[in-house]
């Protein structure tokens, strides 16, 4: 048995980060991915594309939610994403598209 | 004439009794209708309809509109019959014709049929117009040209019912004017007053009563013809004749004139009414309804009416002992004169002494304070002296002992003298008085006048608050001289007028600076003017003012200068305008608010002094608020709730009595305890007091102390004396309401059901939802029961929550004290997250512990609303008593269950359903007969082996029930299980068992089904020992028994003779079902037909989860009245997939899911269900697969989860099974993200079915197959 996987893709757009995720992100890796995508944007201004990824759960949408109150990024998906409805039902703040996103990461106070 | 019919005439007529007859020899050839014979097809058949009809029918022929009626009709006609028949309707029907005639006229114009219901016709009969009613209808009688050419007529007389109706309206409304009167006047005006001209058949009402001299006099009339009937019954008699005693007819007409429209009441009806109880005699005069002749059933409603009068009247007060009552007044007033004058003597000197030292001791003070309570004492002694003077000085008059010294005066002079005493007084109170005195003289006791303008003064005082007094004294005219003292006060009514001058008459009601009084100053004042010669009379309009005129004898002569002048200003009148000043004068602020956070006394009294008295008594230990009247009180009150209020019984406007009966009418403030005080002494006037709802009653006078002990003892006691006088008033209601809930209770049998009665009764407070959390007994945890309005999501959250959860539910288990919350949102922050959980719902609660027998806390009841609301105390109170009620309930449900569960749990633990086994998902189930100890020898075995694709299972069966049997089987189970570990195929395996069994007591032929399933070989090896056989059911709904490998019984002595197994497919998909004879035998029914059954049954369960299978085959297969026998039973479906179902044995691992999850993606993309779908199911089922994991495993990660997911043609359904019963903190896995997961698994899903048993946990997620999206590729 494993856990599950995922990657992640790094584009630097101007002074916002974008972090494009694929793969599946569950309980048995969502502190590892959350501590990567953390990893990679080093506190600045980031986006985090969820776009291409295939599998999100409870755990995931957890620590989403801590991830992006202690940091300014901003979560972008697009609205017929197979994920998009558990993502509104649990109300994870997010975004339906990059530009949206990158402003609102850009708008959000750098972590110390 | 018959010859002139034809045939289908000639038999109608034959049949037409009395009308047949007249219609066959009437002579229609002298008719212009002319012979029936002739006449056009539709007519003859109307003829042949309505004669043979025994319902009253008419037919208007021809535009003439000619008559022709049955039998039946005759009544309606009355004396228009026979002449009406052949007759034209309008001169047969001239009296109706203005209502029936537009109306026949329509029908033959438009053919339209009319309706009338209940229709007032008023036909002249034998000369007299009578008012009768029909329900009718006209159908048009249509000629073979499509014209019509008559009119067909249905018609029923509504008269007797329409009347009934009506009279019985008048009876009600009569006696219930009649009930709660008490004397013979108010039955007698209640009588008349029920009478208002309107009803037709009680045009006029009047009652006769004897009088004590002159039999029959008028004693009430009704007001339509009040002033016209006569005062003297024998005016309205016939003859000299004795009163009448039988109901006579009378003729009113001398009396009333017939009015010019109509007939008008000319007759009555005279009813001798039964003796009343003073044995006087009377008789009602009803008037009679013109247009209705006086029947038997007009009589004998006439004879009602007078008997509902007579017995108004009997209940009504002797007379004879009101008389009495008053002889006894008479002698006792005459005593208390006699006793005051005596008093009044004994009381002026005490009071004497009292105002000498006073004075002196004011003028030496020269603290203001002191001075100011000396000179408060002084004004009130010197009130209290002329009230006794008063008094003494009336006493003489009563007694005719006054012996007036007149001397002659100059009475102008000398009113103008006292009266100007008032100036100052006025001015202050804002009155003007104006004094307009001629000289005149009189001869005068110059103490008594002054006792007479004073008392008017000072009563013009007290009744008015703006305006002016006018003091007038004419010059003598003719003799006397005219004294008035007028005002522009608030006036007496009239009904007070006539006894104004009556002693201790005082009028109520009226508004007016204050309520001090004896009421014998006016009485006073009329008795000191009679004494010289004069007299006294009143005028008076409300609102506008009183006149008071003085007619006095005027002195013969001019008035000389030697003449007495008024003397010098005597104590006496002091006394009067003293006491006035403290009418207008209020030196302390009406409320005093110190916001001290004491208490707050609310103080109410008119009289100034009396209330700066008691705020200065109360102000040391309590805020003080003042009010001058029951009025400013109320006011005051709903402003500020006062802890206490102290008042006076006699105030002006509202007084003391009224202001308790508001205060205890008012709910914000019926609690507030009321003491009273009152001069009126003695216990009657207690009495009263209480009885209007005071809590306790102070006689004047009192001390200081003395009234500080009362309103302490009422601020404490307060809330206790309230709280028993509620339970009183609402524990009728209570009782009733427990009644109901117990007997509600009486018959649940779970938890929810008794929720469900408690919210059905009056004890829920309509509360729509109930929660009952108890205390588990081995884990401590709290088992949350809900009952009512509540999402899926919210149950399953708060399933079962820790005993330190941040719960108020476990707050008031842990602390045992109820919680009462108005408002949720307002709850500290500790309770933020389920606040937050539950906001929808539940906004208010209330929560009360439950207790056992040994007062320990074993759970709490809650009852929820979804928006903010606060309790009533009585409310609170009903809860509180449901709340033990509900406990016992609890604790015989609990007990029963216990039971229940203690007789099981042998079998359960012996029967412990092996789940670790990763080749088949498993269901079971144990049944014990319904009527044996509940233990058996029936059992289920799963075992793993050794190749994880593998899985052995057994039911076996012992002979007997109850203990015994299951001590053998569970002998045998043991060893089943120990010979999979040797060799699991199932001919050793019985082999050992037949061994073994062979030295087991009791285990003589015990049967046994054993099978290995292979999930990888898609193989099941059995063997049966003389047990039923397997069932075996594929995914395409074709069944059968596996009946290979078949061998003897266990034990059964002959020569074992090795057995062979049986060998099948079990494809994936298919369900294998192990079971004992229980299932399937009846009594009276061969094994074929309840093995036909059971294959029937599981056919419609292929895509049933295996639990669900189980459950429901115990149910189906169950015959009437429950099973006989112990049943076994185990559902065995091996993993694998089909095209339309999955099945998986998930370990009790997190890092299984990935792998999982990656199978499931891969056969639900085989469906073709969309990206969005697909991962919701995915979500969903892995959501719950984590939820199983986290609580359902019971801490042994070697079980498995079950994961079942079948493809039907509409929906999805996926189920995770899991062993355990979540008895973990289900609310608090919020905190490790698993609460996401349920919101998840109910947002996500079309519908969540969760089943929860001792077996453990099935949720079962459906969702809805839709037509495919444009799929979103996500690279």
């Given at each position: 048995m494993s856990a599950a996987t995922y990657t992640l893709r790094t584009v630097p757009d101007g002074p916002v980060t974008v972090v494009s995720a694929t793969g599946e992100v569950d309980a048995t890796n969502a502190t590892a991915f959350s501590a990567h995508v953390t990893d990679l944007t080093g506190g600045r201004p980031a986006v985090l594309d969820l776009g291409d990824l295939l599998y999100l759960d409870s755990f995931g949408f957890a620590t989403l939610r801590r991830l992006i109150a202690q940091h300014p990024v901003a979560i972008v998906l697009p609205a017929q994403h197979p994920l998009h409805k558990a993502v509104t039902l649990t109300r994870l703040p997010h975004h339906h598209t990059l530009r949206e996103a990158c402003t609102a990461a850009r708008d959000e106070p750098t972590a110390d | 004439m018959s010859d002139g019919l034809g045939p289908e005439l000639a038999t109608a007529v034959a049949l037409g009794g009395e009308m047949g007859t007249r219609f066959a020899e009437f002579d229609w050839s002298a008719h212009p209708l002319g012979a029936p014979s002739e006449w056009p097809a539709q007519w003859r058949d109307a003829t042949a309809t309505a004669l043979t009809s025994r319902f009253p029918i008419v037919l208007w022929l021809g535009p003439e509109l000619f008559l022709v009626y049955n039998n039946a009709y005759i009544q309606v006609l009355g004396d228009k019959h026979p002449a009406a028949l052949g007759g034209a309707g309008e001169r047969v029907w001239w009296d109706i014709w203005d209502p029936i005639g537009p109306m026949l006229a329509g029908v033959m114009e438009t053919g339209e049929a009319t309706w009338s219901d209940d229709l007032l016709l008023t036909i002249v009969s034998e000369g007299r117009p009578e008012e009768r009613y029909f329900t009718f209808t006209y159908g048009p009688i249509i000629a073979g040209s499509g014209v019509v050419d008559g009119v067909f007529c249905v018609v029923t007389e509504t008269t007797g019912r329409v009347l009934g109706e009506r009279r019985l309206r008048m009876l009600t409304r009569m006696g219930g004017r009649l009930f709660r009167t008490r004397t013979a006047q108010e039955a007698v005006a209640a009588a008349v007053g029920a009478c208002d001209g309107t009803h037709p058949d009680v045009p006029l009402l009047a009652v006769y009563l004897d009088g004590a001299e002159e039999p029959?006099?008028?004693?009430g009339v009704c007001e339509p013809v009040r002033g016209r009937l006569p005062e003297r019954l024998t005016a309205l008699l016939p003859g000299p004749a004795a009163q009448p005693q039988r109901p006579l007819e009378v003729d009113l007409g001398p009396w009333l004139p017939r009015p010019a429209d109509g007939p008008g009441v000319q007759r009555g009806l005279l009813l001798g009414l039964t003796e009343a109880a003073d044995g006087r005699r009377g008789h009602l005069l009803l008037g009679l309804n013109p247009r209705r002749p006086l029947d038997e059933q007009y009589r004998g409603f006439c004879r009602l009416l007078a008997d509902q009068v007579s017995a108004a009247l009997a209940n009504a007060g002797s007379f004879e002992l009101e008389r009495r009552r008053a002889d006894a007044l008479a002698q006792l007033d005459q005593a208390k004169t006699m006793f005051l004058t005596n008093v009044s003597h004994e009381f002026r000197t005490p009071l004497t002494l009292l105002l000498g030292p006073l004075q002196d001791a004011i003028t030496a003070e020269e603290d203001p304070k002191q001075r100011d309570r000396l000179e408060t004492a002084q004004r009130n002694a010197t009130r209290l002296l002329r009230l006794v003077d008063a008094l003494l000085q009336f006493a003489r008059t009563e007694s005719e002992r006054a012996d007036p010294r007149p001397v002659r005066v100059d009475l102008g002079a000398l009113t103008a003298q006292i009266a100007s005493s008032f100036t100052e007084l006025c001015r202050r109170a804002g009155i003007g008085l104006v004094l307009d005195c001629a000289s005149a003289p009189a001869e005068v006791d110059v103490q008594m006048w002054e006792t007479v303008v004073l008392n008017l003064l000072s009563n013009a005082v007290k009744f008015t608050f703006g305006g002016r007094i006018v003091v007038k004294v004419a010059p003598p005219r003719d003799g006397t001289i005219a004294v008035t003292v007028s005002d522009t006060g608030t006036g007496i009514a009239a009904e007070d007028l006539g006894r104004l001058f009556e002693r201790f008459y005082r009028a109520d009601n009226s508004r007016a600076r204050s309520a001090e009084g004896s009421g014998i100053g006016l009485s006073l004042v009329r008795s000191l003017v009679e004494l010289h010669g004069g007299g006294i009379e009143v005028d008076s309009v409300v609102n506008v003012g009183t006149s008071m005129h003085i007619t006095l004898p005027a002195a013969r002569g001019p008035a000389s200068a030697g003449e007495r002048p008024a003397g010098d200003t005597s104590p006496q009148e002091n006394a009067y305008v003293t006491e006035a000043m403290g009418w207008v004068e209020d030196t302390i602020p009406s409320s005093v608010t110190r916001g001290t956070g004491r208490p707050l006394v609310l103080i109410v009294d008119d009289n100034a002094d009396m209330r700066r008295h008691l705020a200065q008594v109360c102000a040391a230990h309590w805020d003080v608020a003042l009010a001058v009247d029951g009025a400013e009180a109320l006011r005051a009150m709903r402003r500020r709730r006062p802890d206490v209020v102290v008042t006076d019984v006699m105030m002006p406007a509202v007084d003391g009595l009224e202001l308790v009966t508001a205060i205890r009418a008012d709910s914000a403030l019926s609690s507030v305890p009321v003491v009273m005080l009152s001069a009126r002494a003695g216990v009657e006037a207690a009495g009263t007091g209480l009885g209007a709802g005071a809590d306790d009653y102070l006689p004047k006078p009192f001390s200081s102390a003395d009234l500080v002990n009362r309103v302490s003892a009422r601020l404490t006691a307060g809330e206790r004396e309230h709280e028993r006088r509620r339970d009183e008033h609402d524990r009728t209601r209570r009782a009733q309401a427990m009644a109901e809930f117990g007997a509600a209770l009486g018959s649940a049998t779970s938890p929810p059901h008794l929720l469900d009665a408690l919210l059905a009764c009056p004890a829920g407070l309509g509360a729509p939802l109930a929660v009952l959390g108890v205390v588990e007994a081995d884990s401590g945890n709290i088992r949350l029961t809900f009952a009512g309005e509540l999402d899926a999501e919210v149950r399953e959250r708060y399933h079962v929550v820790a005993?330190?959860?941040?719960?108020p539910i476990a707050r008031v288990i842990s602390s045992g004290r109820p919680m009462v919350i108005p408002e949720t949102r307002d709850l500290d922050a500790d309770f933020a997250a389920v606040t937050r959980d539950t906001d929808a719902v539940t906004r208010a609660a209330v929560m009360y512990p439950l207790r056992d027998r040994t007062d320990t806390v074993t759970g709490a009841l809650a009852l929820s609303w979804p928006a903010p609301r606060g309790f009533a105390a009585d409310e609170l109170a009903l809860v509180e008593q449901a709340v033990p009620v509900l406990g016992r309930a609890l604790e015989r449900i609990h007990a029963a269950e216990r039971e229940r569960r203690i007789a099981t749990s042998f079998q359960e633990h012996q029967l412990d359903l092996d789940r670790r086994s990763g080749a088949a998902v498993l269901g079971a189930v144990y049944q014990p007969a319904a009527e044996t100890m509940r233990v058996g020898g029936d059992w289920y075995l799963a075992a793993p082996l050794r190749d994880p694709r593998q899985v052995a299972v057994s039911v076996g069966d012992v002979v007997g029930h109850g203990l015994p049997a299951a001590t053998v089987m569970g002998r045998l189970r043991a060893a089943a299980a120990a010979a999979t570990l040797t060799d699991s195929r199932p001919a050793f395996v019985l082999d050992v068992l037949r061994h073994y069994a062979a030295s087991v007591p009791g285990a003589e032929c015990t049967t046994v089904a054993y099978a290995v399933v292979d999930s990888a070989s898609h193989r099941v090896d059995y063997a049966c020992a003389g047990h039923p056989y397997p069932l075996l059911v594929t995914e395409d709904r074709t069944a059968r028994y596996l009946t290979d490998g078949r061998h003897l019984p266990l034990a059964t002595g002959f020569c074992a003779r090795p057995g062979t197994d049986g060998r099948d497919r079990l494809p994936p998909g298919a369900l294998l079902l192990l079971y004992t004879d229980g299932l399937v035998e009846r009594p009276g029914e061969s094994l074929e037909v309840g093995l036909a059954r059971l294959a029937a049954a599981t056919t419609r369960l292929v895509h049933q989860p295996v639990d669900a299978v189980c459950a429901r085959l115990l149910r189906t297969m169950a015959p009437p009245g429950g099973h006989r026998d112990d049943v076994a039973l185990l559902a065995v479906r091996p993993v694998g997939t089909t095209p339309t179902s999955f099945v998986a044995a998930h370990p009790a691992r997190q890092d299984a899911l990935p792998a999982l999850r990656a199978r499931v993606r891969a056969w639900l993309g085989a469906l073709h269900l969309g990206d969005t779908l697909t991962h919701d199911i995915l979500l969903t089922l892995c959501e719950a697969i984590g939820n199983a994991v986290e609580h359902g495993v019971r801490a042994d990660p070697r079980q498995r989860v079950s994961v079942e997911i079948f493809a039907d043609e509409d929906t999805i359904s996926a189920t995770v099974t899991d062993?355990?019963?979540?008895?973990?903190d289900t609310a608090a896995s919020r905190r490790a993200a698993r609460g996401t997961g349920l919101t998840v698994i109910h947002g996500l899903s079309e519908r969540v079915e969760i089943a929860r048993s001792i077996r453990g946990t099935r949720v079962t997620m459906h969702h809805r197959r839709r037509p495919v999206p444009t799929a979103h590729d996500p690279s």
């Open positions: - | 029959g006099v008028l004693a005993a330190r959860a941040p719960l062993p355990g019963r979540w008895d973990t």
